[in-house]
Every structure is written in structure tokens, then in C-alpha cells.
């Protein structure tokens, strides 16, 4: 229904009225703005989204460049096509920068213009840029992206088609730093129902708090002295499609209550504005942190996190799936390759068996910056273990899980000294440094342990119980 919709900007009332009757006669849905004031009026609040916008270069209150660069600003992408004054040079590199789709002199020729419009809509480059787009994001953020062969990443596939199948209005993504949290967003937007519609990101950690509010609900022109225009906020940008909302955690609890009234009324208003604004968002909200414990802390609202966990994903760190970690590897191998012109094939065992130990408390992001230096770095098609920067010294951060076992190579490549320094040195880590604990852990004297940690010159830590 809006797919017809033409905006005509045009002082000149005998060119405005022609080109009105025009477009009209040829089915459009036409609105027709005097000055770039009225132009803002209609384009700014939600009343019009036009495909095509036609538009003088010299208003009387303005120029249309810098419209149109207030308009991409406040990301509308109608299509834009201007009409310049007979012998004027047009500012055609600037136009071309912001987008605009073509130039026309007056007087008009209106076959030439309804062929570029038609060039602009139904079979046009408009539409296809962006169905292209939205094909190209939903083949790349499928649900068979989130790789991994293990239980539970088998079961977050699962998980993520059944979601994309049904309309939640709120959902809240769990899971360390690095877990996939925001891929998981992602494929569900692009793979549900509002995949045409548009995905918001916002990250509450990034917005400093004063700004926060008119960041998501916009604000009416002179609401706060810096507020020279009216603005749409993220929710109003996310109307029909989805709002993501990162490190939720972080939000301030006044904005959290907000925020419910939204989620619950589907309506907002306006920082400074009276209007109650109908929309329709899907929200998706991430968080790293333990929101129990932050709503002990009076730092979360429990009723926010209530309204947002009665659908949740909770992705586990990858320690405690390291059957995903052949995939995921294989699978980084193969796309920065792919970025870097390389032809990485194979993967020595001494790598495989670093990156199977290590305990990655990056998760899946310093799995992916890892093998990305070691592809980069490596010039044969052998994967270079040195460049993954796991040695087993490096490797022995404290793990949650397994602490009992540790894993070896007996190819050649560590000495027997060598092995006994990464024994102690892992087996410390593992018992947060405390001497008694770790000697205990290695069937020895905490004398014995501690002359050897001389001997390697290994780090004690701090916590030493004694
Ligand atoms: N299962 C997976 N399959 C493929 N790629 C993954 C998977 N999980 C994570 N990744 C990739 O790892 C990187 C980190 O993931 P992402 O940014 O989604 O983590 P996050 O949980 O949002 O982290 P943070 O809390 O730090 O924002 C991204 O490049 C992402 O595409
Ligand atoms: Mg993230």
C-alpha cells in the first residue's frame, strides 16, 4: 500500500500542481510539500515512507542536498530523484554520495521522468538492492550458521527454529562474552517473519545514560536545548522489524521501566511529546551478566526480566561444549582463506590438540581471533601451531570443568622437563595458585612443589594459602 507512495518537494506551484496531477492520473499516492519545512513535517513523524521523493534543488527555505542528507541521516532510503533549474550546475557528486538516483532540468520532460521512476520502483534497481540484501543476510545468517557439533549447539539449532517460528514480542539471549549472542540475534531476525523489516542494534553499554532515553524513544524538536529537529528513536526505527538490544544489563532502571510500558502497551512516546505512538517491535535482548544477581543488587527490575524471560536462549561457554571447537575451527580456516587469499588445508595434531585444551575464556570470538592471526601468519597450507599463540603454558588458565585430567603431546615436540613445568604450572592455575591445594592435586610435598617452581621459574600467584 505504501509501495506507491511519491513525495513531490516543488515551491514553483504550477510545476508542483502538473506533477501532482501527473503521477496521480498514473495511480500514485501523491503528497506534494511547498518547502522543505513541510517536507520535513511529513517525512520526519511516521505518517509518510515514499518510495520515490521528487525534489526541487532550491527551495525557499533551503537546499535539497542537504535535505536529502538529513533525510539518509534519519535513514530513509526512498529513492531520490532531483529537478534543478534551467543552466544550474548541479552538485552531482554530492548527490551521488548520498544516494540519489537522478538529475532532471526544467522544464520537465515527464516521459523521461516516468522512466526513471520506473526504473526506481516495481522492477528497479530500489526494490532488487534491497531484496537482494535481504537474501543475501538471511542465506548468511541461517540457522545453520551457529556451527558446532556438540549436544548443546544441536540443541541452540533447534532452539532458534522454533523461535524464528513464532511471534514472541521479547526475548533474552544468555551466555558469556564470545558465545554468539549477537549471531544468534541475528538469525533470528533474518530468519523469522520480519526478515524484510528492519534489525536495530543498540548497545546499552555504549550510549552514555543522558542520551539513552531520546537514543530509544526520539525526542520532539526543542525537548532538551540540544534538540534542534524532531527525531525518530530506535524503537520507531525498529517499527515492523526488530530491535536488539545489547548488554541489556546496562540499561539505567528508569529506562528499564520505560522500556516494559513499551514492551507491554506497544506504544511510546516521544522524549517531549504528548502523542502516543502505536508500534509494532519485536525486542531481542542480549546479556553477559548474571541478571539474578544484579536483581538482588536492585541494579535490574525483576519485572522487566520477568516479561523478557519467558522466552530465553542461554548459550554455555565453550569450555563446556569443546566438541564444537573441530567445527568452529575448520570452519574460520575456511573463511578467512577465503578473506585473505590463502589455502590452509590442513591442521597439524599438536593444533588440534591446543585448541582442544585450552580453556577459551573468549569463547567462541578468541577461538575466531585465533585461528584468523594463525591463517593470516602461516605460508604454507599447513596451519602454523606457533601462530595460535596456545602454548601449553598459555593454555593452562583455570577451566571449571575437567580439572582433574590434562593432555599432553608425545610427539616429540615438549621435553620431559617441559611437561613437568606444564603440569605444575596447569595444575596451580587450576587451584587459584593456593600451594597446599595443588600439591595435594599432584600427590606431592608442597617443599617438592615449591622447589620446582623455583627451578621453572614459574609465576606462584598471589594466593598463596601459607
Ligand atoms: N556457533 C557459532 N558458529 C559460528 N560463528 C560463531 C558461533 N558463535 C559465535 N560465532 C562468531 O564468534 C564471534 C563472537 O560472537 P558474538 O559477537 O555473537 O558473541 P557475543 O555473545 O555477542 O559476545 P559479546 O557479549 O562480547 O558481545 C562472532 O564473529 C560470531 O559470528
Ligand atoms: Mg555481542
Not at 592455575?429 to 622447589?451: D, I, K, P, S, W
Request: charged share 25%; glycine share 6%; proline share 3%.
Amino acid at each position: 500500500m505504501m509501495a506507491d507512495s511519491l513525495l513531490i518537494i516543488e515551491d514553483e506551484a504550477l510545476l508542483g500542481a502538473e506533477l501532482q496531477r501527473h503521477f496521480r492520473r498514473d495511480g500514485w499516492e501523491v503528497s506534494w510539500a511547498r518547502s522543505i519545512a513541510d517536507a520535513q513535517t511529513l517525512l520526519f513523524s511516521d505518517e509518510l515512507a515514499p518510495l520515490v521523493v521528487l525534489s526541487d534543488m532550491n527551495l525557499p527555505d533551503g537546499n535539497g542536498l542537504d535535505f536529502l542528507e538529513q533525510a539518509r541521516q534519519q535513514n530513509i532510503s526512498a529513492e531520490w530523484i532531483f529537478i534543478t533549474g534551467y543552466g544550474t550546475v548541479p552538485d552531482s557528486v554530492r548527490a551521488l554520495k548520498l544516494g540519489a538516483l537522478d538529475f532532471l532540468t526544467k522544464p520537465c520532460d515527464l516521459e523521461r521522468l516516468a522512466l526513471i521512476i520506473a526504473g526506481a520502483t516495481r522492477s528497479g534497481r530500489a526494490q532488487r538492492r534491497v531484496s537482494d540484501q535481504v537474501a543475501a543476510q538471511s542465506r548468511r545468517y541461517s540457522v545453520d550458521s551457529f556451527s558446532g557439533d556438540s549436544a548443546a549447539a544441536v540443541g541452540t539449532r533447534d532452539m532458534l527454529t522454533r523461535l524464528a517460528a513464532v511471534p514472541y514480542s521479547a526475548l533474552l539471549i544468555s551466555g558469556e562474552t564470545g558465545t554468539g549472542k549477537g549471531l544468534a540475534a541475528r538469525i533470528l531476525h533474518h530468519s523469522g517473519s520480519r526478515a524484510n523489516a528492519p534489525l536495530v542494534e543498540v548497545n546499552c553499554a555504549a550510549i552514555p545514560h543522558e542520551l539513552m532515553e531520546a537514543e530509544l524513544f526520539g525526542h520532539e524538536a526543542g525537548a532538551f536545548t540540544s534538540a534542534k529537529a524532531r527525531r525518530r528513536g530506535l524503537l520507531e526505527q525498529a517499527d515492523g522489524g526488530t530491535l536488539f538490544l545489547d548488554e541489556l544489563g546496562e540499561l539505567a532502571l528508569d529506562l528499564q521501566a520505560k522500556l516494559l510500558t513499551a514492551i507491554e502497551d506497544k506504544v511510546i512516546r516521544r522524549v517531549g511529546g504528548e502523542r502516543e505512538i502505536r508500534l509494532d517491535v519485536q525486542i531481542i535482548a542480549a546479556t553477559n551478566q548474571d541478571l539474578h544477581s544484579a536483581i538482588t543488587e536492585r541494579r535490574f527490575r525483576e519485572d522487566l526480566y520477568h516479561r523478557l524471560a519467558v522466552f530465553q536462549l542461554a548459550l554455555p561457554p565453550l569450555r563446556q561444549r569443546r566438541a564444537d571447537i573441530r567445527a568452529l575451527s575448520q570452519r574460520f580456516v575456511t573463511e578467512f582463506n577465503h578473506k585473505a587469499g590463502k589455502k590452509i588445508s590442513r591442521i597439524p595434531d599438536l593444533a588440534w590438540q591446543l585448541l582442544e585444551q585450552h580453556s577459551w575464556p573468549g569463547n567462541v570470538r578468541e577461538l575466531r581471533n585465533a585461528i584468523e592471526r594463525a591463517v593470516l601468519l602461516s605460508s604454507g597450507t599447513a596451519l602454523e601451531t606457533d601462530w595460535l599463540q596456545l602454548a601449553p603454558q598459555r593454555a593452562s588458565l583455570p577451566v571449571a570443568d575437567n580439572t582433574d585430567q590434562l593432555c599432553l603431546t608425545l610427539d616429540g615436540s615438549m621435553a620431559l622437563d617441559d611437561m613437568d613445568k606444564y603440569i605444575i604450572q596447569s595444575a596451580l592455575a587450576r587451584h587459584a595458585y593456593n600451594v597446599t591445594a595443588t600439591a595435594r592435586a599432584l600427590g606431592t610435598t608442597r617443599e617438592t612443589l615449591r622447589y620446582r617452581v623455583e627451578k621453572y621459574g614459574l609465576k606462584s600467584g598471589s594466593r598463596d594459602a601459607d
